[in-house]
């Protein structure tokens, strides 16, 4: 019973390209994720929604674009993808914001750009 | 803006011995301070959350305790084993609802 999956877990592509990362949480919350994990392993916020609404936008180039088809599921499309995207992406959830409560993470989408 | 600093950036430690990780933050105006932990190629599982008016939490070998004065927590792990090998993140909720993450602790315990 997996709480908060990705697919696909590893993505090897051509700079240039576009490509869409995916997520799913079963466990009823209202609020999802992305975060980018760099090489040197710091992890950052990128986007938050809650029941599909944007709520936070950190400042991430706009060919990052996050869709919410419902509150279950939050997808990232990357336009134009370039060698500096490369990196460990992660989908989260949590019911209620991180002032309040922890999130479940998702297993990540490794991002190779050649 | 809230930054959040580990150290050491990475410890070994022989079987039985325990852990002492800090995390140190600039912002003491916080909801919570939040404990995780990753394994290679895995994602975050969550530790321990404290709340800004606790100053500890305790869940079986593990206990973290919360100093906001000196902006301070530090995870203690008893009778550390090899399977506690993992690389150990804090995080605090920023403004704007936003949990910042230091950069880790990777811990290797020897059998």
């Known amino acids: 019973d997996t709480a908060v999956s990705q697919t696909p877990k590893y993505l090897v592509t051509q700079m240039g390209n576009d490509k869409s990362i995916k997520c799913e949480q079963n466990l009823g919350h209202d609020t999802m994720y992305w975060y980018k994990q760099d090489s040197k392993k710091f992890l950052k916020i990128m986007f938050s929604y809650n029941n599909k609404e944007l709520i936070i936008n950190e400042t991430v180039p706009n060919r990052f674009s996050p869709k919410s088809p419902d509150k279950a599921h939050l997808n990232l499309h990357i336009n134009s993808l370039e060698l500096g995207d490369s990196a460990v992406y992660f989908c989260?959830?949590?019911?209620?914001?991180?002032?309040?409560?922890?999130?479940?993470f998702g297993p990540g989408t490794r991002l190779l750009v050649l | 803006k809230q930054e959040v600093t580990q150290i050491p950036a990475a410890l070994s430690v022989p079987e039985g011995e325990n852990l002492v990780l800090n995390c140190s933050f600039t912002?003491?105006?916080?909801?919570?301070l939040q404990w995780f932990r990753q394994d290679p190629g895995k994602g975050l599982t969550s530790l321990l959350l404290?709340?800004?008016?606790?100053r500890e939490q305790t869940s079986g070998r593990l206990n973290a305790s919360l100093d906001k004065s000196s902006g301070r927590s530090t995870l203690y792990i008893a009778a550390s084993q090899p399977g506690d090998s993992a690389t150990y993140l804090c995080?605090?909720?920023?403004?704007?609802?936003?949990?910042?993450f230091g950069g880790g602790t990777r811990v290797l315990v020897k059998p």
């Open positions: 989260a959830s949590s019911q209620r914001g991180p002032s309040q409560e922890t999130q479940y």
């Open positions: 404290i709340q800004s008016s606790q």
């Open positions: 912002d003491s105006a916080i909801y919570n």
């Open positions: 995080a605090a909720p920023a403004a704007g609802n936003k949990l910042t």
